[in-house]
């Protein structure tokens, strides 16, 4: 139920940017494979947001891992 209503806000959100925007919206995505992130977008500007975003995941999960495994 909370998955459907997620997506539902998001299209609503798209619809009234691209309504806001003149039509122009930019997006992108993160996929992280282990530790491992991997950026993309529609324009440069949203490939480094994405990558900085991926970073930040990175550095949560080697902390996360670390955290765990060193008992603090």
């Given at each position: 139920?909370?998955g ?13 940017g691209m ?6 919206v930019?997006g992108?995505?993160?996929?992280v ?5 991997i950026?993309?977008g529609?324009s ?8 900085a ?8 999960f ?5 955290r765990?495994?060193?008992?603090f």
């Open positions: 139920m909370a459907l209503l997620l997506v539902l806000v998001g299209l609503l959100l798209l619809v009234l309504l806001g925007a003149g039509g122009r930019e992108g995505g993160v996929v494979i282990g530790p491992f992130p950026a993309f529609t440069e500007r949203m490939a480094k947001v994405m990558a975003v991926g970073l930040a995941l990175a550095l949560l080697l902390f996360l891992l670390l765990d495994w060193k008992g």
